[in-house]
């Protein structure tokens, strides 16, 4: 069921955001990344397999079973992405500003059809 | 550990510090800025040619560093191989230039150039140096990042128009990226390229086509960014619209596309890879022999001369791309030599550019093609008397650079283009077995002896219309030494890479075997043991 509901969501995430970057306006397109990455980063989270009350991080004590750990690195990866996506679509905002104020127009080719 | 173990990070630490440091001062101080650049650069350029020199001996495995000191596969390496430090030569020579350019005015036209310029560098060794693929995308991202700040550099509606494709499109990329970093994780474990190597192999059969797609997915990344057709239109406006020295830098952006593609193609999806072998091949010289044609037409449809150097750009990624694909190593060899070669003369094109344009009015370029469209009757100019154009000494030199530039983007000879298009196409015939060769070969052959000659074309007819019998008369353009060195000093580098040609023949010679039998790589990355900390030495 998890499996299920989790690759609904990010087929959802994905599909729409897909939809928005191809529209014209440069605000639907920055939404639309957005939840491409939404979807992308619930998707490198999924690829560590489903597992659900295990942590990822070993205690330390005694011999260590793996079983009983979840896979850390795509966590890590996760978190990488999260910050990387966060700052790249705050300087695209920027520049979406930047555009909107030279040329008028929200457009994504600075002009009207 | 020694002084000397650490020179395999310097090529990212030195332009992370440097950045970062510039970021203190203000843009009134650009003198001083522009000192610690240039210094920081020229360094650069010492540190990749002490890596070359490393790199380039007999028998040697690959260098490799363990960042925070874990062995392979479990931490991430640095590897410095024969390709990544010719890489990292290229890088430093071009930026070089670039950076001299710049000095005349654009670094003065706007925010922060000087750290951009740094972290642009940052993210290049770094995209070149790591071995491993999740360090990899971070260091695209670095980059990216960079030339972000860079292409809308000097502003303008043009350049925020296009930057804003750019990125968008780029961003875009990078979602691939990732979706395809983490299916590879997935279905192997690992993201280690040389543990990749080793486990890619013995992927079980239901879990080879999840993998052939994510290999896939990544290589849409990878081909994004090296404006492979038809992810490319985003390219000739943006590289046109870009600054010139950040557009001579960006010539070498397209080439981490295709370096990535190099590196990853033979590693992964080479003889070794078991059922995989050769997955995607077809695939890239179809669409490199597409490109080049692409390309080839937009050379000849340019009329402006940046949107000329842009499609450039496209028909030498395409050549590389066809020749990636028909993975053989005496091809590859050739196309190292030609990416070389390709990226000096673009990047020396697009510093030229700037320059002749400057001679021009804006308007003079809209009505020369409009004169040339409606009958500008050469009858009519036969009354002048013929007593032969002045060229004024600026305009003299600036041509002649021209003409080399012509002469090395369409492969005529003496020079290096015509030596690396010759080492591709020679090592292409010779493809296969029993001289048979292949009817792709004869496409490729075709493809790349016809780009030659409409690049000629193009560059004839621009040549002459801006040196010879400029429709109207421009003024001369007041050119700086700093402006006409760099651009100098490419060529020059094209010349030694003629004279020299043995040598650097040797080099990527070795390089290419590296490559398509990269057991001394994986070997290298995979024994590389851990630096004992001085805790463990003093026995604690």
Redesign the interface.
């Known amino acids: 069921m998890t499996e299920l509901t989790l690759s609904l969501g990010i087929g959802v995430l994905v599909g729409s955001g897909v939809w928005l970057l191809l529209r014209p306006r440069t605000y639907q397109v920055i939404v639309g990344l957005s939840l491409i990455a939404y979807g992308v980063n619930l998707f490198i989270f999924s690829m560590g397999r489903l597992r659900s009350g295990v942590p990822p991080v070993l205690d330390g004590s005694g011999i260590v079973d793996p079983a009983a750990y979840t896979d850390p690195v795509p966590q890590a990866l996760v978190l990488t992405a999260i910050v990387i996506g966060f700052a790249t679509t705050a300087l695209f905002l920027v520049v979406l500003l930047v555009a909107r104020g030279l040329t008028g127009s929200d457009h994504v080719d600075g002009r009207e059809p | 550990m020694q002084l000397a173990n650490h020179l395999d990070i310097a090529p990212i630490i030195l332009p992370l510090v440097t950045g970062a440091f510039l970021l203190l001062f203000d843009e009134r101080r650009h003198t001083f800025k522009s000192l610690v650049n240039v210094a920081s650069t020229l360094g650069l350029l010492v540190i990749a040619w002490l890596l070359v020199a490393q790199a380039d001996v007999e028998g040697s495995m690959a260098s490799v560093y363990l960042l925070g000191n874990w062995a392979a596969p479990f931490g991430i390496v640095l590897v410095v191989d024969r390709l990544s430090a010719l890489m990292l030569l290229l890088t430093a020579l071009l930026a070089n230039a670039a950076l001299v350019f710049s000095l005349a005015r654009w670094h003065k036209g706007g925010q922060h150039f000087h750290s951009l310029f740094q972290f642009l560098l940052m993210g290049l060794n770094g995209a070149f140096l790591t071995g491993d693929l999740?360090n990899l995308f971070?260091f695209f991202?670095v980059l990216?990042?960079a030339s972000?700040g860079l292409m809308?550099h000097g502003s303008?509606?043009t350049r925020?128009?296009f930057?804003?494709?750019y990125?968008?499109v780029n961003?875009?990329a990078?979602?691939l990226f990732?979706?395809g970093?983490?299916?590879i994780?997935?279905v192997t474990g690992t993201?280690n390229m040389a543990d990749l190597a080793v486990r890619i192999p013995a992927v079980a059969a239901q879990d080879r086509a999840l993998l052939e797609a994510g290999t896939a997915i990544l290589g849409i990344a990878f081909l994004t960014k090296a404006g492979m057709w038809p992810l490319c239109f985003w390219l000739p406006g943006a590289y046109s619209a870009a600054a010139a020295p950040v557009a001579a830098m960006f010539s070498i952006m397209t080439k981490v596309g295709v370096y990535a593609v190099l590196r990853l193609s033979p590693l992964l999806l080479g003889a070794r890879a078991g059922d995989s072998a050769s997955f995607g091949d077809i695939g890239l010289l179809t669409a490199g022999l597409v490109t080049m044609a692409f390309g080839t037409i937009g050379v000849l449809a340019s009329q402006a001369m940046a949107r000329l150097a842009s499609y450039s750009v496209l028909v030498s990624s395409g050549t590389l791309l066809a020749a990636v694909g028909m993975a053989d190593a005496g091809v590859t060899a050739g196309a190292l030599f030609y990416l070389v070669s390709s990226t000096l003369t673009i990047g020396a094109l697009f510093l030229l550019v700037e320059l002749v344009d400057r001679s021009q009015d804006p308007a003079a370029n809209i009505l020369a093609v409009t004169m040339e469209a409606y009958g500008d009757d050469p009858e009519e100019e036969e009354v002048v008397e013929e007593v032969g154009v002045t060229l004024p000494a600026t305009l003299a030199i600036l041509g002649l650079c021209f003409v080399l530039c012509g002469l090395l983007l369409s492969g005529m000879p003496p020079l290096s283009g015509f030596l690396g298009k010759f080492a591709l196409l020679s090592a292409a015939l010779s493809t296969g077995d029993d001289n048979a060769i292949s009817g792709m070969a004869w496409a490729f052959f075709a493809v790349l002896i016809i780009s030659g000659l409409f690049a000629m074309v193009a560059m004839l007819r621009v040549g002459i219309r801006t040196f010879w019998a400029p429709p109207i008369e421009g003024v001369v353009p007041r050119v700086l030494i700093v402006e006409f060195a760099p651009i100098a000093l490419l060529l020059a580098l094209c010349v030694v890479m003629t004279i020299n040609a043995g040598p650097v023949m040797a080099y990527v010679d070795a390089t290419s075997q590296s490559l398509h039998a990269p057991d001394a790589y994986i070997e290298g990355v995979l024994s590389a043991r851990q630096v004992p900390s001085p805790k463990m030495e003093a026995g604690l």
């Open positions: 999740f971070v991202e990216l990042a972000y809308l303008g509606v925020v128009r930057g804003m494709h990125i968008v961003l875009g990078s979602m990732l979706i970093v983490s299916l994780y997935g993201l």
